[in-house]
T-cell receptor, first 112, second 114 residues
Framework: AQSVAQPEDQVNVAEGNPLTVKCTYS??????LFWYVQYPNRGLQFLLK??????LVKGSYGFEAEFNKSQTSFHLKKPSALVSDSALYFC??????????FGKGTRLHILP | GAGVSQSPSNKVTEKGKDVELRCDPI?????LYWYRQSLGQGLEFLIY????????KSGLPSDRFSAERTGGSVSTLTIQRTQQEDSAVYLC????????????FGNGTRLTVT
């Protein structure tokens, strides 16, 4: 069955340190991969996506993610975390029939 | 409008009552998705519409849930005989058919079943 896994419910990072939020997927065919962010009391916002081409994609707010086909992963990264990055992050995958499913989300806490 | 609009923003209902949740997608977006967000459960896929094609209903949790999309635009999610476990935030998203399907989300309807 098609699935998306975010193995960490919560990630804590000190401000200024690099951050990684993990995502792995299991789909048949070639997936489209996405990251979305949900700030407190706000709607879900698109961060970045991978469709094809360069495995490293850059998105909003200095975030980037690397598509790794052999490891079926699409981890979200940022070189230097800000307190304002604290939010709930969702990984999502779309495949052949255009259905899009999401992981359970990872709550990111950036500690001042 | 500029974004996806959902109404009502909050709905409190008694167990056993029917509720209707409305979604107005971005004009020109042919794809429309419904998701349910429960605490600790992430975003659960419910149903997906694309143009005039038959919807993908594979995520609807029971036959108490149904959705329609009229004229390829506005969508209504209906929950019959609501149960307390239906309490959640119901999110609607729309997208273009091209460009990888970047989803634009509404602010959701928070449903509380008492």
């Amino acid at each position: 069955a098609q699935s998306v896994a975010q193995p960490e419910d919560q990630v804590n990072v000190a401000e200024g340190n690099p951050l990684t939020v993990k995502c792995t997927y299991s789909v048949s065919g070639n997936p489209y991969l996405f990251w979305y962010v949900q700030y407190p009391n706000r709607g879900l916002q698109f961060l970045l996506k991978y469709i094809t081409g360069d495995n490293l994609v850059k998105g909003s707010y200095g975030f980037e993610a690397e598509f790794n086909k052999s490891q079926t992963s699409f981890h979200l990264k940022k070189p230097s975390a800000l307190v304002s990055d604290s939010a709930l992050y969702f990984c999502a995958v779309r495949w052949g029939d255009d259905k899009i499913i999401f992981g359970k989300g990872t709550r990111l806490h950036i500690l001042p | 409008g500029a974004g996806v609009s959902q109404s009502p923003s909050n709905k409190v209902t008694e167990k056993g009552k029917d509720v209707e949740l409305r979604c107005d997608p971005i004009s020109g977006h042919t794809a429309l998705y419904w998701y349910r967000q429960s605490l600790g459960q992430g975003l659960e896929f419910l149903i997906y519409f694309q143009g005039n094609s038959a919807p993908d209903k594979s995520g609807l949790p029971s036959d108490r849930f149904s959705a329609e999309r009229t004229g390829g635009s506005v969508s209504t999610l209906t929950i019959q005989r609501t149960q307390q476990e239906d309490s959640a935030v119901y999110l609607c998203a729309s997208s273009l058919a091209s460009g990888g399907r970047t989803l634009h989300f509404g602010n959701g309807t928070r449903l509380t079943v008492t």
